[in-house]
């Protein structure tokens, strides 16, 4: 019964966190692609990979476990467009995407990774079950004009990594609430929480903005905190640097969204 109960606020404060602070899902931190996605980032794995991808509904409906977007990380520098969608089809449509793309007209991913936007969810779960997991990362081989069989990074997004309730007794007040700019994209809403825990105390939220259609991190996050003490000193720092698994060191913005933008219910 608790974990039923537990599941229910959980969704309860998602649902009261879109409809109060990112109506329509849409961006308040326009971060390039580039910035955030560098091939270097770590997807930790702890959220279940290994277990069954999907849960029923009552009524026997799927449940969609992960985003239809994957990114994909070293790459062989001289595949193409062409190659790199030859090597996942068999895992379902798919188109190939990578930072401005559509501007460069360019058939090789410039910086070594892409993403993989999937027409069903279910191809993202069988290309899971294909890869190789090492050191907590999975890996699948892939191969090109010059390099055959090279291991890149698949890094798939876990929906259940959007949203983290630290503190399920405390409710959430807008006027607590931050939120945060330049989230690295692999960041997951547990450890968005820990880290502004560590630095300011009193927690009780942490969610992760996801784009509406693909449910892709979009680079910007929420944190709300059950007192006045800890939310001051979160937004009187505005920056703090934060070092994730491989990814190098940069700033976080904090920016306060404006109270009359709430929605009123």
């Known amino acids: 019964m608790f974990i039923y109960q537990h599941i229910f606020e ?9 409809l109060c602070f990112f109506p329509g899902h849409s961006s308040l931190f326009p971060v390039e692609d580039s910035f955030l996605d560098d091939g270097r980032g770590d997807q930790s794995l702890h959220s279940g990979l ?8 009552q009524n026997g409906e799927r449940v969609e476990r992960y985003s239809r977007k994957v990114f994909v990380g070293g790459l062989p520098p001289d595949i193409d467009e ?3 969608t030859a090597s996942f ?3 379902g449509s798919l188109v190939v995407d990578w930072p401005h793309k559509a501007e460069s ?52 997004w876990n929906l259940n990594d959007s949203d983290f ?19 690295p994209r692999p960041l997951r ?45 979160a937004i009187s ?13 940069r700033s976080i913005h904090f920016t306060i969204y404006s109270v009359r933008r709430f929605v009123m219910f």
């Open 10 to 18: 959980k969704k309860a404060i998602h649902l009261l966190c879109c």
């Open 82 to 84: 062409d190659e790199i």
């Open 165 to 183: 309730v630290m503190d399920g007794s405390q409710p959430l007040d807008p006027r607590k609430t931050i939120f945060v700019g330049g989230v």
């Open 189 to 233: 809403a547990v450890e968005l929480a820990m880290i502004m825990d560590r630095l300011y105390g009193g927690v009780c939220y942490a969610g992760i903005d996801t784009d509406p259609e693909l449910k892709y991190p979009k680079g910007a996050g929420r944190v709300a905190f059950s007192n006045q003490q800890s939310y001051i000193a």
């Open 237 to 249: 720092a505005r920056f703090v640097q934060l070092q994730h698994g491989d990814i190098d060191k």
């Open 105 to 156: 007209k360019s058939y090789f991913p410039p910086k070594g990774y892409a993403f993989l936007l999937f027409q069903e969810e279910g191809s993202v779960q069988a290309l899971i079950d294909a890869c190789i997991e090492e050191d907590g990362k999975l890996y699948l081989c892939v191969s090109s004009p010059t390099i055959k069989d090279k291991p890149v990074q698949i890094r798939p």
């Open 50 to 57: 290994n277990s069954p991808h999907c849960f029923p509904h």
């Open 89 to 91: 089809r068999r895992f």
